[in-house]
């Protein structure tokens, strides 16, 4: 089968199934593995987006993969495929060593096709890609669908003439060009975002329904997730997703939304396949009293079988969570809390009220029917000393305690790890914020992903918290949270035993893999090998329980027969996209970008 273009997802690590060792909790509280094969959901848009215009686009996540089975093969599965280009995101910065390894691979096995890079961290470090024989073009910015259609029109007709392409670093030759980030569009309402329209009728068009998997154990549990916003109204310190990022990094100074209508019309389609989880990306909130008011007014017409889990990025007064429960049968809420201490809250910018306000939010979500409530705190920020790390806990059975021990309400804590976020406050200004970084440049990142244990992958300290007081106070909280859930029955006694038990085995693996790095350099492989095999089950889930951060559903999809009719519907309205390409053969070249949605321009 010939493709036009073919998206592929790395592995952190490319070659992690022989040379993984103690990743430890650098995961634990998303939903993919330490090798993060959860690829971004803007691949899923890109192909989308091409694939109106009559282009054949197939997503392939190497990652999920390699993880399902130690036999699959990457090169046998690359080497026989006939594509135009092919195109690997760098969204995450833990995807800088697996990304370039894969690309180099892809390179060997087909010399002549073009390689596109694209994603958040590829933006950030264009000119360092561009320099990699590997790779001819990286899209820049954080809406690259219509600029992957014009380079693939390029392409196509064998067009070298790059200029006139925004946001695109390119290379021809000697000649390396960096056209300036020009488009940056207002809203999103002419994408799918997750493209789960395309993602299922690629199932069925080409024949594979374990090369798109997002994640390993989607099919267990097939969560969805809706995005609302790219970039952001927050300007927290830590985050490469921040206000100021974005308008250094993808030229955005803006939020550009996706309407209401627009995401319900989303949800619905989502419900007619899946009966789990809908994730909703980013604080509603962010679009305003109206958007809010529109969009639940929108969810509660439908009545969404569904559960629905929100983000709150600040504090929510009662009647958001009474509209919230007026509109969906079934919610649950995520709060990045971070930490207790409300000055680093308000240093850093994530939740910046008081406590009481905290637990006034957390008591309205539990009084208007919230089925779940996930708070987490972390291991790193800004500002904070080892003492508060611990106290996190404390704080914990307080809220406990004044929300009535409810036992809806659960909690995690977990390191800011492994990377501080590029273009972050906090690493672009890390002295003022408090940070001493390790990490520079891209290789700076590809060789610490790859070092033995997560300590040593850290690419910062601060200056109350050493790499040895990130880790040991990581573990050191994780335990008191862990005698916490059990005092108040929010684990029984053998998750207590398995969480304590890894974290025990975790601590002594640390020091052990720094007794090996401070031998002669030529026996680190030998005794690192011997370790290597005996701490694969402390990689997951190494601070909390396994199902802790699932949702309870009771029925993951939709019947049969509404899965046989979504997909028949996708395939037609396929042939039906292909004869209206058919009949005007232009269409794709004579396509153009609309300057009204180019923010930087106007």
């Known amino acids: 089968m010939k493709y036009d273009l073919v998206l592929l997802h790395a592995p952190s690590v490319y070659d992690f199934r022989k040379n993984s060792l103690l990743a430890g909790p650098i995961s634990d509280v998303v939903p993919s593995s330490p090798v993060f094969e959860m690829y971004p959901i803007g691949i899923t848009s890109i192909a989308e987006y091409l694939e109106r215009y009559g282009l054949r686009v197939k997503i392939i996540n190497i990652a999920n993969r390699m993880l399902m089975s130690e036999k699959f093969d990457v090169e046998k599965k690359l080497r026989n495929i006939k594509t135009k280009a092919f195109g690997i995101d760098l969204h995450w910065l833990p995807h800088a060593h697996g990304s370039i390894e894969l690309a180099k691979i892809v390179k060997k096995l087909h010399p002549d096709v073009p390689m596109i ?258 708070l987490f705190f972390m291991v790193g920020i800004p500002g904070q000393t080892y003492a508060s790390v611990l106290e996190n806990i404390d704080f914990c059975e307080t809220i406990h305690l004044a929300c009535n021990q409810d036992k809806r309400i659960f909690y995690f804590v977990a390191p800011l790890a492994p990377f501080l976020d590029p273009a972050s406050p906090a690493f672009e200004h890390p002295e003022i914020h408090g940070y001493k970084k390790f990490c520079h440049t891209l290789e700076d990142h590809r060789e610490a992903i790859k070092q033995p244990s997560w300590k040593h992958m850290l690419s910062y300290e601060t200056k109350d918290l050493s790499r040895d007081d990130i880790v040991n106070s990581t573990y050191e909280s994780a335990q008191l949270l862990n005698e916490f859930k059990l005092k108040y029955g929010l684990i029984d006694q053998a998750g207590y035993d398995d969480i304590k038990w890894k974290i025990e085995k975790s601590v002594d693996y640390i020091e052990k893999i720094d007794r090996v790095l401070a031998l002669p350099k030529e026996q680190h492989a030998a005794e690192l090998e011997k370790i290597r095999k005996e701490v694969q089950q402390l990689n997951e889930y190494s601070i909390c329980g396994k199902n802790e951060l699932k949702w309870e559903v009771q029925k993951n999809y939709a019947n049969f027969f509404s899965l046989a009719m979504v997909g028949l519907e996708q395939l037609y309205l396929e042939y039906a996209n292909k004869v209206k390409i058919s009949l005007r053969p232009q269409i794709r070249h004579q396509f153009k970008l609309d300057p009204e949605h180019n923010e930087a321009e106007s």
């Open 117 to 374: 890079f694209g994603g958040l961290s590829a933006t950030y470090y264009h000119k360092e890609l561009i320099e990699y024989p590997c790779i001819d073009f990286v899209l820049r910015g954080d809406s690259t669908e219509k600029l992957t259609l014009l380079l693939m029109n390029k392409i196509e007709t064998g067009n070298t003439h790059y200029v006139d392409i925004p946001n695109l670093t390119w290379k021809k030759g000697t000649d390396v060009g960096y056209n300036p980030i020009t488009y940056v569009p207002k809203d999103l309402d002419d994408l799918d975002v997750p493209g789960y329209r395309y993602a299922v009728r690629s199932v069925f068009k080409y024949r594979n329904f374990l090369d798109p998997l997002p994640y390993n154990g989607w099919l267990q549990y097939p969560n969805t997730a809706l995005l609302t916003a790219r970039g952001c109204s927050q300007n927290c310190l830590i985050c490469g997703g921040s206000k100021d990022a974005y308008d250094q990094n993808c030229g955005r100074s803006s939020l550009a939304l996706r309407s209401p209508e627009k995401l319900i019309e989303d949800i619905k389609f989502i419900s007619r396949f899946s009966r789990a989880p809908i994730f909703i990306l980013h604080d509603l909130r962010q679009g305003g009293r109206e958007y809010v008011k529109e969009f639940f007014s929108r969810l509660k017409a439908i009545n969404l079988k569904n559960e629905v889990v929100f983000e709150l990025f600040q504090y929510a007064d009662e009647e958001f969570f009474q509209q919230m429960n007026d509109s969906v049968p079934n919610y649950s809420i995520e709060i990045t809390l971070e930490t207790h201490d409300e000055k680093i809250r308000r240093y850093n910018g994530k939740f910046n009220c008081t406590n009481p306000k905290v637990i006034d939010t957390l008591n309205f979500a539990l009084k208007h029917g919230c089925k779940k409530i996930d």
